[in-house]
């Protein structure tokens, strides 16, 4: 059981992580991006075929996101141009190609593509942490769940003193939930750390992406806090505006994608990583919109918004996986009703909520 709780938490920093990347290009900028599942599959491959080649796994990973930064620049060049719509279309068949490429070509050890890669070097899967690592490493998860539990607190402290007083019991009911769940989470980290030995690889991947996730996310927040994230803001409400004021929107544009690109294809190589395997039907498009739902769950336009929101995505995932034990239906239909759900959910939000759980109506202004 603490196995699998660590797996979820490794799946939310993980798909937080590509969610980051993708609510820089549309919650801050307003690109709508549907090939997410084309630069996870980018940074994925670049980084398991480089650490076969002996590059050590940090490198590989940075290159990995590198390269995938190099595809949201190409991709950039020849979409950013065309109207939202059509954007969203061609990024969906550049993804698609990005898959079947993959699946076609020889890209390790003359290997067919459709074969995928397996055996290649997982991040800490050999490392023996005598006890004062595991005490320095118990030390540093403590100050990334510290630092998320103190904004959470600020955040409720803010949203309580402006909020009407039927709204206080939401966001009071939302930062006490969100606080128990980030307080489980700390103490199945520390546990999972401190008894490393009982699960190595799943364990050492745990501590990577936490790492790595809460590193973006503070690199992302001091980006949209500066002059250069209120230039995104501004072309995501009106370009025009920004236009007018001398800005380069396409340069802007095509930084916004590069940055997200590159947070999605670190995110590659952490999935890639999770799954200990690259196969291209791992890239297909559920991949994207996955992380399109977390992202309008959470609250675009908000970073903390987009992690709650792949918290409550894997939580879902986690209490309906075992339906089929309880309804007297086949797993097919099961999957189907999960689907169905979680739609219906999205639906309700739309209505009643646009801005997500996190987001803020004021500030978020697309589509009006």
């Given at each position: 059981m603490l196995n699998y709780v660590a797996f979820l938490l490794t799946s939310m920093a993980i798909y937080g992580l590509m969610g980051l990347g993708l609510n820089l290009q549309w919650g801050f900028t307003g690109l709508i991006n549907f090939g997410i599942a084309g630069f996870v599959a980018v940074g994925a491959y670049v980084t398991v075929i480089l650490s076969l080649t002996k590059?050590?796994?940090?490198?590989?990973?940075?290159?990995?996101?590198?390269?995938?930064?190099?595809?949201g620049l190409l991709m950039g060049f020849s979409t950013l141009?065309?109207?939202?719509?059509?954007?969203?279309?061609?990024t969906i068949g550049s993804s698609e190609l990005v898959r079947l490429v993959f699946n076609n070509e020889e890209l390790y050890d003359n290997r067919p593509g459709s074969m995928g890669i397996n055996g290649f070097p997982l991040p800490l899967e050999s490392f023996r942490p005598n006890t004062f690592t595991r005490v320095g490493m118990v030390a540093i998860v403590t100050v990334i769940f510290g630092l998320a539990?103190?904004?959470?607190?600020?955040?409720?402290s803010r949203r309580l003193k402006s909020a009407a007083q039927r709204q206080k019991v939401g966001i009071?009911?939302?930062?006490?939930?969100?606080?128990?769940?980030?307080?489980?989470?700390?103490?199945?980290?520390?546990?999972?750390?401190s008894n490393f030995k009982a699960n190595q690889a799943g364990n050492g991947l745990l501590f990577v992406a936490l790492i790595v996730t809460a590193i973006a996310f503070w690199v992302v927040e001091r980006l949209i806090r500066s002059p250069w994230g209120r230039v995104?803001?501004?072309?995501?409400?009106?370009?025009?505006?920004?236009?007018?004021?001398?800005?380069?929107?396409f340069a802007y544009k095509l930084q916004s994608l590069m940055i997200g690109g590159f947070l999605t294809g670190v995110g590659g190589a952490l999935?890639?990583?999770?799954?200990?395997?690259?196969?291209?039907?791992?890239?297909?498009s559920d991949l994207t919109f996955n992380v399109?739902?977390?992202m309008v769950l959470g609250g675009a336009g908000t970073n903390p918004g987009v992690l709650l929101g792949a918290v409550i995505f894997w939580v879902y995932t986690a209490l309906t996986r075992d339906l089929n034990q309880i309804l007297p239906f086949p797993t097919v239909q099961i999957d189907a009703f999960r689907m169905v759900f979680i739609?219906?959910?999205?639906?309700?939000?739309?209505?009643?909520?646009?801005?997500?759980?996190?987001?803020?109506?004021?500030?978020?202004t697309l589509g009006k």
């Open positions: 590059v050590p796994i940090v490198l590989a990973m940075l290159g990995g996101g590198f390269v995938a930064a190099l595809f141009r065309l109207r939202e719509d059509y954007l969203a279309i061609v539990l103190w904004k959470l607190w600020q955040w409720a009071t009911a939302v930062a006490v939930l969100a606080g128990l769940l980030g307080l489980r989470a700390y103490v199945v980290t520390a546990i999972s750390l995104l803001k501004s072309i995501r409400e009106d370009e025009e505006i920004a236009k007018a004021l001398g800005k380069n929107v999935y890639a990583w999770q799954q200990s395997n690259v196969y291209p039907d791992n890239f297909r399109w739902i977390l739609g219906l959910l999205l639906i309700g939000l739309m209505v009643w909520r646009p801005q997500g759980i996190l987001g803020n109506r004021d500030e978020l």
